[in-house]
Protein backbone atom coordinates (compact mmCIF):
# COMPACT_ATOMS: atom_id res chain seq x y z
CA UNK A 1 0.00 0.00 0.00
CA UNK A 2 0.83 3.15 -0.75
CA UNK A 3 1.06 5.62 2.56
CA UNK A 4 1.31 8.75 1.23
CA UNK A 5 2.08 11.22 -2.23
CA UNK A 6 3.84 14.58 -2.39
CA UNK A 7 3.98 17.72 -4.14
CA UNK A 8 7.08 19.51 -2.87
CA UNK A 9 10.27 21.92 -4.11
CA UNK A 10 12.59 20.65 -5.00
CA UNK A 11 14.70 23.57 -5.68
CA UNK A 12 15.47 26.45 -3.91
CA UNK A 13 13.06 28.60 -2.73
CA UNK A 14 13.74 32.14 -2.02
CA UNK A 15 11.75 32.28 1.23
CA UNK A 16 13.68 29.01 2.33
CA UNK A 17 17.04 28.30 3.48
CA UNK A 18 19.90 25.89 2.12
CA UNK A 19 18.17 22.20 2.32
CA UNK A 20 14.60 23.10 3.14
CA UNK A 21 11.31 22.01 0.51
CA UNK A 22 7.94 23.43 1.30
CA UNK A 23 5.48 20.88 -0.04
CA UNK A 24 2.97 22.03 -1.89
CA UNK A 25 0.11 19.05 -2.01
CA UNK A 26 0.04 15.93 0.27
CA UNK A 27 -2.23 12.94 0.81
CA UNK A 28 -2.06 10.26 3.23
CA UNK A 29 -4.09 7.14 2.66
CA UNK A 30 -5.07 4.35 5.47
CA UNK A 31 -5.65 5.10 8.86
CA UNK A 32 -3.46 7.48 10.91
CA UNK A 33 -2.59 4.32 12.93
CA UNK A 34 0.34 3.51 10.33
CA UNK A 35 1.47 6.29 10.84
CA UNK A 36 1.80 6.99 14.20
CA UNK A 37 3.85 5.55 17.21
CA UNK A 38 2.55 3.69 20.06
CA UNK A 39 3.13 7.31 22.33
CA UNK A 40 1.12 9.45 19.51
CA UNK A 41 -1.97 7.50 19.72
CA UNK A 42 -3.32 9.82 22.59
CA UNK A 43 -2.88 12.75 20.65
CA UNK A 44 -5.77 15.22 19.50
CA UNK A 45 -6.97 15.66 16.33
CA UNK A 46 -5.01 18.56 15.60
CA UNK A 47 -1.97 17.75 16.97
CA UNK A 48 -2.48 14.57 15.04
CA UNK A 49 -2.70 17.04 11.73
CA UNK A 50 0.17 18.77 13.05
CA UNK A 51 2.43 15.68 13.44
CA UNK A 52 1.20 14.41 10.30
CA UNK A 53 2.34 17.73 8.40
CA UNK A 54 5.66 17.54 10.30
CA UNK A 55 6.45 13.74 8.82
CA UNK A 56 5.34 14.63 5.18
CA UNK A 57 7.82 17.70 5.60
CA UNK A 58 10.96 15.09 6.83
CA UNK A 59 10.46 13.19 3.53
CA UNK A 60 10.25 16.24 1.33
CA UNK A 61 13.84 16.83 2.86
CA UNK A 62 15.40 14.04 2.37
CA UNK A 63 13.99 13.65 -1.34
CA UNK A 64 15.17 17.15 -1.88
CA UNK A 65 18.89 15.82 -0.62
CA UNK A 66 18.61 13.01 -2.71
CA UNK A 67 17.90 15.50 -6.04
CA UNK A 68 20.29 17.41 -5.12
CA UNK A 69 23.24 14.63 -4.52
CA UNK A 70 21.62 13.30 -8.48
CA UNK A 71 21.93 16.16 -9.99
CA UNK A 72 25.03 17.08 -8.75
CA UNK A 73 26.09 13.96 -9.64
CA UNK A 74 25.47 13.98 -12.96
CA UNK A 75 26.04 17.40 -13.72
CA UNK A 76 23.30 17.91 -16.29
CA UNK A 77 22.32 21.41 -16.55
CA UNK A 78 18.32 22.10 -15.65
CA UNK A 79 17.02 23.63 -18.57
CA UNK A 80 13.30 25.23 -18.40
CA UNK A 81 10.61 23.86 -20.74
CA UNK A 82 7.65 26.10 -21.83
CA UNK A 83 4.26 25.40 -20.82
CA UNK A 84 2.86 22.73 -23.48
CA UNK A 85 6.55 21.25 -23.23
CA UNK A 86 5.35 18.75 -20.41
CA UNK A 87 6.46 15.46 -22.27
CA UNK A 88 9.75 16.63 -22.51
CA UNK A 89 10.24 18.06 -18.97
CA UNK A 90 9.08 14.42 -17.84
CA UNK A 91 11.48 12.55 -19.87
CA UNK A 92 14.70 14.72 -18.84
CA UNK A 93 13.47 14.17 -14.68
CA UNK A 94 15.98 12.71 -12.37
CA UNK A 95 13.98 9.37 -9.95
CA UNK A 96 15.01 7.31 -7.72
CA UNK A 97 14.19 6.00 -4.58
CA UNK A 98 15.36 6.61 -0.64
CA UNK A 99 14.77 4.14 2.19
CA UNK A 100 13.14 5.32 5.00
CA UNK A 101 14.40 3.79 8.34
CA UNK A 102 12.21 2.91 10.93
CA UNK A 103 11.38 5.95 13.34
CA UNK A 104 12.72 8.18 10.68
CA UNK A 105 9.91 9.36 10.03
CA UNK A 106 7.18 6.88 10.23
CA UNK A 107 7.39 4.22 13.18
CA UNK A 108 8.01 1.24 10.29
CA UNK A 109 10.43 1.08 7.28
CA UNK A 110 9.26 2.87 4.37
CA UNK A 111 10.29 3.36 0.89
CA UNK A 112 10.04 6.74 -0.70
CA UNK A 113 9.99 6.77 -4.98
CA UNK A 114 10.63 9.99 -6.38
CA UNK A 115 10.49 12.23 -9.62
CA UNK A 116 11.89 15.46 -9.64
CA UNK A 117 10.63 17.73 -12.70
CA UNK A 118 12.46 20.87 -13.04
CA UNK A 119 11.24 22.07 -9.78
CA UNK A 120 9.10 20.28 -8.68
CA UNK A 121 9.13 16.96 -6.97
CA UNK A 122 6.28 13.85 -6.99
CA UNK A 123 7.30 11.56 -4.17
CA UNK A 124 4.95 7.92 -3.22
CA UNK A 125 6.13 6.55 -0.04
CA UNK A 126 5.20 3.01 -0.04
CA UNK A 127 5.49 0.15 3.02
CA UNK A 128 8.38 -2.09 2.36
CA UNK A 129 6.76 -5.31 0.89
CA UNK A 130 5.36 -3.34 -2.14
CA UNK A 131 6.09 -3.71 -5.73
CA UNK A 132 8.21 -0.97 -6.16
CA UNK A 133 8.39 -1.44 -10.34
CA UNK A 134 4.04 -0.83 -10.02
CA UNK A 135 4.97 2.17 -7.78
CA UNK A 136 7.46 3.45 -10.08
CA UNK A 137 4.91 3.19 -13.30
CA UNK A 138 1.96 4.70 -11.08
CA UNK A 139 4.08 7.77 -10.32
CA UNK A 140 5.48 8.43 -13.76
CA UNK A 141 1.96 8.17 -15.00
CA UNK A 142 0.84 10.83 -11.98
CA UNK A 143 3.41 13.13 -12.49
CA UNK A 144 2.89 13.08 -16.58
CA UNK A 145 -0.96 13.74 -15.67
CA UNK A 146 -0.43 16.21 -13.03
CA UNK A 147 2.09 18.09 -15.70
CA UNK A 148 -0.32 17.54 -18.86
CA UNK A 149 -4.07 18.40 -17.31
CA UNK A 150 -2.91 20.95 -14.43
CA UNK A 151 0.24 22.82 -16.44
CA UNK A 152 2.17 22.64 -13.14
CA UNK A 153 4.98 23.89 -15.08
CA UNK A 154 4.13 27.75 -15.91
CA UNK A 155 4.83 30.59 -14.48
CA UNK A 156 2.42 31.67 -11.82
CA UNK A 157 1.40 27.67 -11.77
CA UNK A 158 -0.11 27.44 -8.06
CA UNK A 159 -0.54 23.69 -6.86
CA UNK A 160 -2.41 24.52 -3.76
CA UNK A 161 -5.37 26.05 -5.84
CA UNK A 162 -5.36 22.81 -7.73
CA UNK A 163 -5.79 20.19 -4.97
CA UNK A 164 -9.57 19.33 -6.03
CA UNK A 165 -8.21 18.44 -9.54
CA UNK A 166 -5.13 16.15 -7.71
CA UNK A 167 -7.34 14.64 -5.41
CA UNK A 168 -9.45 13.39 -8.32
CA UNK A 169 -6.48 12.19 -9.92
CA UNK A 170 -5.18 10.07 -7.19
CA UNK A 171 -8.81 8.88 -6.66
CA UNK A 172 -8.90 7.41 -10.09
CA UNK A 173 -5.15 6.10 -10.14
CA UNK A 174 -4.44 5.67 -6.96
CA UNK A 175 -7.78 4.46 -5.07
CA UNK A 176 -7.24 4.62 -0.87
CA UNK A 177 -3.33 4.20 -1.71
CA UNK A 178 -3.70 1.26 -3.71
CA UNK A 179 -1.74 0.59 -6.57
CA UNK A 180 -3.72 -0.78 -9.46
CA UNK A 181 -1.93 -3.40 -12.23
CA UNK A 182 -3.55 -1.73 -15.03
CA UNK A 183 -3.94 -3.84 -18.70
CA UNK A 184 -4.04 -1.54 -22.23
CA UNK A 185 -7.78 -1.28 -22.15
CA UNK A 186 -8.11 -0.27 -18.48
CA UNK A 187 -5.45 2.41 -18.97
CA UNK A 188 -7.11 3.94 -21.93
CA UNK A 189 -10.94 3.94 -20.28
CA UNK A 190 -8.95 5.52 -17.21
CA UNK A 191 -7.38 8.45 -19.74
CA UNK A 192 -10.54 9.32 -20.98
CA UNK A 193 -12.08 9.55 -17.26
CA UNK A 194 -9.54 11.89 -16.64
CA UNK A 195 -10.06 13.49 -19.57
CA UNK A 196 -13.66 14.12 -19.07
CA UNK A 197 -12.84 15.58 -15.68
CA UNK A 198 -10.37 18.24 -16.55
CA UNK A 199 -12.70 19.66 -19.24
CA UNK A 200 -15.36 19.95 -16.50
Not at 62 to 82: D, F, G, P
Request: aromatic share 4%; glycine share 8%; charged share 25%.
Amino acid sequence: MVRCFLIHSVCPVAALGAGESRVLYSRVFGPDEGILSDQDRGLSPEERRLLQKEKTSVVARQVWSAVSLSREASARLLVETEPGEEALALQEADGGVVRLRAGDPFSEEMSALWLAVQSLGFTLVCEPHENLLLAEGTLHNLTRHCLETLHMLGQGSEVLLRSNRVDALLSRLLPHGQLLFLNHRFAQSLEKEVAAYVAK
